[in-house]
C-alpha cells in the first residue's frame, strides 16, 4: 500500500528486544500497542534502551477492550495523528493481527505468524533482508 504515515509495532511484553547498532530516529512515527500491563511494557522499552524512541506507547491497561478488539491500535494511531488505512503494524500473534486488520490496518506477521486472513505479508524477523527491501517499496 503506499502512503505509510506511522507504524505500530507491537511484542510480546517481556520480550528482549535490541536497538539495531546503526539505528536512528525513525523517519516515521512509531509507536508499541501491547495487551501487557503498563509497567512491563515501560521496564521492557527501558531494558532494551527503546524508550526514548518510542514516545508513543499504549499498553492494554490503558484501553477498556484488549486484543483482539482494535481499541490499542486506535488509540496508538490517534496519539500519532495517522489514520489506521494508512498505518502498518506489525505483529507476531494471530490476536494482535486480528485487532490490527480490525482496526483497518496493513498487518506485518514477523516470526511465526506467517499467514492468516489478516497478515499482509511476512518477515521470519525483524532484521531480515527482505523486510528492509520490503520497507523501501512503501
Do not use: Q
Given at each position: ?21 546503526r539505528s536512528r ?77 480490525a482496526a483497518g ?19 521470519p524477523a525483524l ?12
Open positions: 500500500m503506499a502512503g505509510l504515515t506511522g507504524a505500530v509495532h507491537v511484542g510480546r511484553a517481556g520480550h528482549r528486544t535490541r536497538p539495531h547498532p530516529r525513525p523517519r516515521l512515527p512509531i509507536a508499541v500497542a501491547s495487551n501487557g500491563p503498563r509497567v512491563l511494557l515501560d521496564k521492557s522499552l527501558a531494558h532494551g534502551g527503546l524508550s526514548r524512541w518510542l514516545p508513543v506507547t499504549v499498553s492494554g491497561d490503558d484501553v477498556a477492550s484488549p486484543k483482539p478488539h482494535p481499541a490499542c491500535y486506535l488509540a496508538a494511531c490517534t496519539a500519532l495523528g495517522v489514520e489506521p488505512a494508512s498505518a502498518l503494524a506489525v505483529e507476531d500473534s494471530p490476536v494482535g493481527a486480528r485487532a490490527a486488520h490496518m496493513t498487518v506485518l506477521g514477523v516470526g511465526g505468524l506467517t499467514r492468516g486472513p489478516y497478515v499482509h505479508a511476512h518477515a532484521d531480515d533482508a527482505a523486510l528492509r527491501s520490503w520497507f523501501a517499496g512503501w
